[in-house]
């Protein structure tokens, strides 16, 4: 047996082998692929609303999807991006002015991210176009901040941090009537222009020089010596 025919019958037998590793690779290039897909289109759906659970569980799985050497561009732009995120800024009289200005930065860090997070998956987005092309209904971004106040209102009545304004309504006018006339007199009375009418019952009633009883109804009386 010459060595191309040995070398013949060793491909043969390994074949099989071959193929089924090549297929193995094919569909582990797949399910990598899927993954990094599946965090660019949530980040992508949730660009409009970055607060959201689901925005914030993708970007922390760029680190696990987008590992290797020829992602290092998405790496970059990530870490860039996150240290931004936790740079906020507090306290100061321009706090409002350096918001502004982090709040437009975010914006702007945040498609160059998923710039680069397209290009690698073979998309033709750039970030002028993911920045500008997003949907964000008007009502969501009132409904988000009204939600942060009353959590934050919430927390500051439960902490005796703010007080709370209670009022009785009246179930109807003529209880409305007697609230006020009840109000009124309250009020004359602490201010002197009005008297409390007192009036004994006959069983209380003594003649007149005649002190008063003052034996309560439990006073037992004292024998005779």
């Not at 040995?6 to 399910?31: D, T």
Request: glycine share 8%.
């Amino acid at each position: 047996m010459t060595v191309s025919d040995g070398l013949m019958i060793a491909a043969v037998l390994l074949a099989p082998f071959a193929a089924v590793f090549a297929q193995r690779q094919v569909e582990l290039w797949r399910e990598r692929r899927g993954r990094r897909l599946g965090v660019f289109k949530t980040l992508m759906a949730t660009r409009g609303t970055p607060l959201s659970p689901e925005h914030v569980q993708a970007l922390n799985m760029i680190d696990l999807e987008f590992a290797k050497p020829p992602e290092q561009s998405v790496l970059t732009a990530w870490k860039e991006y996150r240290d931004h995120l936790n740079s906020y800024p507090r306290g100061g009289e321009d706090q409002k002015e350096r918001a502004v200005v982090w709040s437009q930065q975010t914006q702007q860090l945040l498609a160059t991210l998923l710039g680069h997070m397209g290009k690698c998956l073979r998309f033709g987005f750039d970030p002028v176009q993911i920045k500008k092309d997003v949907y964000s209904p008007e009502a969501h971004a009132v409904a988000e901040v009204e939600l942060q106040l009353l959590r934050r209102f919430l927390l500051e009545w439960l902490g005796g941090d703010r007080k709370v304004l209670v009022s009785v309504c009246p179930q109807d006018e003529e209880a409305a009537k007697q609230g006020e006339q009840f109000l009124e007199a309250i009020l004359k009375l602490l201010h002197g222009q009005s008297r409390i009418r007192v009036q004994l019952s006959p069983e209380h009633a003594t003649e007149p020089g005649t002190p008063p009883d003052t034996a309560g109804p439990g006073t037992r009386e004292r024998a005779p010596a």
